[in-house]
């Protein structure tokens, strides 16, 4: 009897192929879209954002063109309380979120698990790309990086366990995204020539202050700008408009560059900086979780990065107890943000990561 494989159609090309391929490999298929929001939810009256209902209909178009079954599973209230929610309180507590972890962490590989061992699937799939290996050595499922390194998505999957692991396939993984574009050109797929979608999808416009507003109802009180030393440069506009690094929108008239380097919450005031003032050389990060071994026993030498798109840093890593761990690096590192992930690599193995604090 065939395995039953339940894959996760977005209605872009990557979600597309992935079905066909795991189709097309003898698994008894069926495609779903998540419907995780309201464009009214979100300030958005028209139909640009994805799982909309454009989307809707690109993935059932493709689901029948395959010959699979098409459902649309209803998550908005998971993912308001899991991923909208965690991203307005970062903001409001000085952190920097990364909704796409949180989405990966709490929809689709927590709720979308337990529906899909509820309904009796074996696997749940994905067009991520990203590699899963078993280890026989360790008896551990291994995260790996994709052999299209320009695609490579596993900075945002290290939160997901070796159960999840267990029951997940990536089938884009050791395949370039040229080659995915081909194959749905080959099958006529509606979605052949579609854009990826390269905005936070609950944020269109990226304007995620304005957003935060809409969606709380909040005004956000202006303070000042101080440099480290307390003295008033001028004043912001409510201090979840501001993230570390920033030098950009300030509106500020300075003799010389200057950097946003933290925000004082009790005090309402962002803290700039000059550029320089911006590297440090480690970090701690919570709520950790570690896919190819079990724990760290003493610290290791390894690659980390801090944020999606940056080239992995030499670094030593030791954790310090049983959620928490250190992360100092050879070199400084610039804006490492509170809220952002750090993620550990071994050559290409994802060893774990967690949330910077």
């Known amino acids: 009897m065939a395995k039953k494989a339940l894959i996760a159609m977005s209605g872009g090309v990557d979600s597309s192929v992935a079905a066909y391929i795991i189709k097309n490999s ?8 998540l419907k995780l929001f309201e464009n009214e939810d979100i300030g958005e009256k028209r139909e640009k954002t994805c799982c909309s209902l454009d ?13 699979i079954p098409y459902y649309v599973y209803n998550f908005k209230d998971s993912f308001k309380e899991n991923v909208i929610r965690r991203f307005i309180d970062a903001y409001e507590n000085g952190s920097t979120p990364n909704p796409c972890i949180d989405c990966n962490r709490y929809i689709k590989f927590e709720k979308l698990m337990r529906r899909a061992e509820e309904l009796e699937f074996d696997f749940v799939v994905t067009g991520h790309y990203a590699i899963i290996e078993h280890n026989d050595g360790t008896g551990r ?10 695609k490579d998505q596993s900075y945002v999957l290290y939160s997901l366990t070796q159960k999840q692991l267990a029951k997940t396939i990536f089938p884009l993984g050791g395949m370039t995204k040229k080659r995915v574009r081909e194959i749905a050109q080959e099958l006529g797929l509606i979605n052949a020539r579609k854009h990826d979608s390269q905005d936070i999808c609950f944020v269109p416009d990226g304007d995620y202050a304005k957003f935060i507003e809409q969606y709380t109802g909040k005004v956000y009180p202006h303070g000042n700008f101080v440099d480290e030393n307390g003295n008033i440069l001028g004043e912001h506009k409510g201090i979840i408009k501001y993230t570390v690094g920033q030098r950009k929108g300030l509106g500020l008239a300075l003799p010389r560059p200057m950097y946003v380097k933290e925000k004082d919450l009790a005090g309402n005031k962002v803290i700039l900086c000059d550029n320089s003032r911006l590297f440090s050389k480690e970090l701690y990060a919570k709520d950790i979780n570690l896919i190819s071994c079990e724990k760290i026993d003493k ?17 030593t890593v030791e954790q310090t107890d049983e959620n928490t761990i250190h992360v100092v690096f050879d070199e400084p590192q610039r804006a490492i943000s509170k809220g952002q992930a750090v993620v550990l690599y071994d050559g290409d193995v994802v060893v774990g990561g967690g949330t910077i604090i």
Do not use: F
């Open 26 to 33: 003898g698994y008894d298929a069926t495609g779903i879209t």
């Open 55 to 67: 989307d809707i209909d690109d993935a059932r178009s493709v689901c029948r063109k395959i010959g």
């Open 141 to 150: 499922y291994i995260l790996k990086k994709s052999s299209d390194p320009s």
């Open 299 to 315: 610290p290791i030498k390894i690659k980390a990065k801090v944020r999606y798109n940056q080239p992995e840093q030499n670094a």
